[in-house]
């Protein structure tokens, strides 16, 4: 069965001029979505659609009354103030609004004047987290990653015998994630120094980003029950970009023998716009498991996510230090990677996640791990590309980096673009140090 539908014709074009422009994150076949207001007022946070450079207004398009019943309703529960209770609607109805919109928004649209009073400047807005966030769950999918860090840690054996048949996750810190913007304090926690006979405490030296996608959970399940493989992708409302920013020094003190607590909860950031996973169709790939590894379990395995479970999402990482910002010098280029190196699928992870009962919300938020891929370029963290802090990253200006610095800003993007299928993005997710 086809996942493409009319909304993906990379053909389509909208009346809003701006979603036409070549390399715009946001053209008619993308349609994410957010919760926002007018900057320096006091409106109610709602729900909003980024087309082009402007932001669709759900709640004032709710009171234009021009969307047909199902897709009104739907409208109606995403022009809150959270998208949880659009998200447990499940797939036919976000799939419903997203087509109506897409049909709303496009260039020979009837109702185009209406519709346009329902528009605001996207420089004009402010966002809010898109959700209410009750659990935060970080998973380690990629292989690459975890061998790199493996080998700095147990040399001799550097991937643990468990990584090749279930998907390593922990339980993260929800009341900390952020929005992207928000500046990221340098953590405290307890550090040992090498060669030291006791820990003291003080402001983590090793500070990491770590390049991830979040997945945002729709509907999710009743206690004791469990989403099968077959089910799994019904039960994701969509992908946003995200940085599990990392105090490695805390981490390496306090992770054994339950991993990692205050290294990481300190702060999370996401990018605003949820791109849906509809809007991902034409970027599907086939889940491919070389024949000398172990496979998937059968309980992790289907015909639909061999054929089409990956995903081809491309992902950057620019650092911008202070000096750089000071000089005007662009930020530069640290990190160029693609999700489709993730070991496993999020159709896995959402599986597995629920195998032993355990039951997911609307709104939860899964961190995929960070997406190294096999390449020297595509390492999405310092701890690899510094090799554990013995080999300097040279940045362009002449400065190096081990860690990040106070007032060095990491931003992460992410964009699919293939031949015979309109190019969608993501936005940006950006966050600054400081002390």
């Not at 913007?181 to 405290?188: C, E």
């Amino acid at each position: 069965m086809s996942l493409l539908n009319e909304t993906h014709d990379p053909t389509l074009s909208s009346w809003v001029a701006s979603a036409n422009l070549p390399g715009t994150d946001f053209p008619i076949q993308n349609l994410p979505f957010a919760v926002f207001r007018r900057k320096d007022s006091e409106e109610p946070f709602r729900g909003g659609v980024a087309i082009g450079d402007k932001v669709l207004d759900i709640a004032a398009l709710c009171r234009k009354n021009i969307l047909d019943g199902d897709a009104q309703r739907t409208a109606v529960a995403a022009s809150a103030s959270t998208l949880n209770n659009f998200m447990a609607l499940g797939h036919t109805a976000w799939s419903s609004l997203r087509l109506a919109l897409s049909r709303l928004l496009r260039e020979d649209a009837k109702q185009q004047a209406i519709t346009a009073q329902c528009l605001l400047e996207l420089e004009d807005v402010e966002v809010a987290l898109p959700a209410h966030i009750g659990d935060y769950t970080d998973f380690y999918t990629s292989i690459h990653h975890a061998t790199n860090v493996g080998k700095l840690f147990r040399p001799d054996n550097p991937l643990l015998p468990n990584y090749r048949w279930v998907p390593i996750g922990y339980h993260g810190r929800a009341s900390s994630i952020v929005l992207s913007g928000h500046d990221v304090h340098r953590p405290r926690g307890q550090l040992m120094p090498p060669g030291a006979e006791s820990p003291t405490l003080a402001p983590s030296k090793r500070l990491d980003f770590e390049l991830e996608l979040g997945i945002f959970v729709g509907t999710g399940n009743l206690l004791g029950t469990s989403i099968p493989m077959a089910d799994a992708e019904q039960h994701v409302f969509g992908v946003c970009l995200l940085n599990d920013w990392s105090a490695r020094d805390i981490q390496g003190w306090e992770y054994q023998p339950l991993g990692p607590f205050l290294s990481k909860s300190f702060a999370t950031s996401i990018s605003p716009w949820i791109v849906t996973l509809e809007a991902l169709a034409p970027y599907r790939l086939p889940f491919t498991r070389d024949a000398n590894e172990p496979q998937p379990l059968p309980y992790l395995d289907g015909e639909h996510n061999r054929a089409l479970g990956a995903f081809d999402i491309q992902l950057k990482v620019t650092l911008e230090t202070p000096a750089m910002r000071e000089a005007n010098v662009p930020p530069h280029t640290i990190c160029q990677t693609n999700y489709k190196h993730a070991y496993w699928t999020l159709a896995q992870l959402i599986t597995h996640h629920t195998v032993n009962g355990c039951n997911l919300q609307a709104g939860d938020l899964l961190g995929s791990g960070t997406l190294s891929g096999p390449e020297s370029h595509q390492l999405a963290a310092l701890l690899e590309i510094t090799h554990g802090g013995k080999v300097p990253l040279a940045l362009p200006n002449g400065e190096q980096r081990i860690f990040l610095e106070d007032g060095d800003q990491v931003t992460l993007r992410g964009w699919c673009a293939i031949k015979g299928a309109a190019r969608i993005g993501f936005g940006e997710c950006t966050g600054t140090v400081f002390s």
